[in-house]
Structures are given as C-alpha cells and as structure tokens.
C-alpha cells in the first residue's frame, strides 16, 4: 500500500444545530459586547472537539465556531470573526 493513501483519509466532523431561542449559553469572552466564545450544556454524547457549534435564527447564522473544548457535560466553542450573540448569561 503506497504511503500516501492515508494522507487521502481525513477525519469527519459533525456539525451541531441550535436554534437561536432555544441556545442557554454563558458567555466566556466578548468583544463589544458580542459573545466571542460560548460555554454551553451538552447533551449530545456524540459531539466531539473539532465539531462545529451552528447558531441559527431562521435562515440568520447567530454562531458558527468550533467546538474546542468538552468536560463536565459542557462544551467551548469559539466564534471571533462572525458572532451576533450578545453577551452575558443566556
């Protein structure tokens, strides 16, 4: 087997959806008072880091960011370029 077939393999990521008035959040960094980086529940035992957290109102995105962190039924993700969520406790 040549060396460079498993260069062709990438790992998948998932991409997790969430309503924008259903999304309860903390916000952990903020600029403008835009959160940039959220801490979230997490149910979803599936969900791993290197997923991407989707934030949508409609067809409006609200967040889209990677998930970079999971421990204690809580996940990380970041947002620094496009975030419309407002900071605070959500």
Do not use: C
Not at 1 to 22: G, K
Request: net charge negative.
């Amino acid at each position: 087997m040549p060396q460079n077939q498993n260069q062709n393999q990438s790992s998948n990521s998932q991409t997790l959806v969430i309503d924008a008035e259903e999304f309860a959040f903390e916000t952990v960094e903020q600029h403008n008072g835009i959160a940039t980086v959220v801490k979230f529940k997490l149910d979803n035992p599936d969900v791993r880091s290197g997923d991407v957290l989707l934030v949508l109102s409609g067809a409006e995105i609200h967040f889209h960011g990677f998930i970079g962190g999971i421990g204690d039924g809580y996940a990380i993700a970041a947002d620094r370029a496009g975030s419309i969520l407002l900071a605070g406790v959500h």
